[in-house]
């Protein structure tokens, strides 16, 4: 029933989802076909494929922490109060909304994957399907954490500077953009965060889903970025699900 009601709000957002959808059309159409410009001509389609790969891991990242937001709209018109009265034990709630959250994101960004098979094409449909389901462990987990700093912050304003620079370094810290070897080039240190980086992970397995796998940080199969994936989905619903118990009642919301 958690899980169906966070299905339920999230199909309301029309308007997110259409800005999120002209966003990736935009990263694809102009800032993909722009980057593959400035890198060599031989690597041009790769590097673009590449790209394509990187967006879609970039918008199921967003799609997931978007159920932070959630939260403290719900606190702001007292549905909290509702939530702590139905009988739904704290830990069934809080693995609910981050089962919901990342299913939502998996049916947003559904769509926006067959486009991106469309135009890399699929080498084997096993990787494929070991990659979509690493890839809900990683919304699983975004989820998680989104939940886990909305809880524990408990001010929408902390949380949306907070959730914004972390997006700003989480993003650019990791192989979405960019392989790790332009990384490398750049600084010793970035590459060694980008390596431990869950959307470099994530990154990762979705291009040896689909069969690019010439840049991928771990080859052949980056078996370190399951584990890496595992361990993320595994810290952070075990986080939301102890800071929800502490945090959900005590003190009020700003």
Known sequence: ???????????????????????????????????????????AEVYFEYYVAGVVVMTLYSASVFIGYDIFEEA????????????????????GRSIGGGIRSFIFVGPIIIITLLVIGLSNPISLLI????????????????????VG?????????????????????????YPLAFVQDASQIYASLTFFNPVTFASDLFRWGVGIEKYLTMNPMPLMAVLGLVVF??????????????????????
């Open 1 to 43: 029933m958690v899980i169906e009601r966070d299905l339920r709000m999230f199909l309301q957002y029309r308007f997110l989802i259409i800005m999120r959808a002209i966003w990736f059309t935009a990263q694809v159409a102009f800032f993909g076909l722009i980057a593959t410009r400035m890198v060599v001509p031989e690597l």
């Open 76 to 95: 702001e018109h007292g549905v909290f109060e509702y939530l702590l009265s139905l009988p739904v034990s704290r830990k069934k709630l809080v693995l």
């Open 131 to 150: 990659a979509l389901l690493a890839l809900f462990l990683f919304a699983f987990g975004v989820s998680g954490m989104s939940i886990t700093i909305a």
């Open 153 to 177: 912050l408990k001010s929408g304003d902390r949380f949306d500077i907070l959730m914004g620079v972390l997006n700003a370094f989480i993003i650019r810290l990791s192989t979405t953009m």
């Open 233 to 254: 989905f595994s810290l952070f619903t075990l986080l939301g699900v102890t800071i929800y118990e502490r945090r959900l009642e005590g003190g009020g919301w700003q």
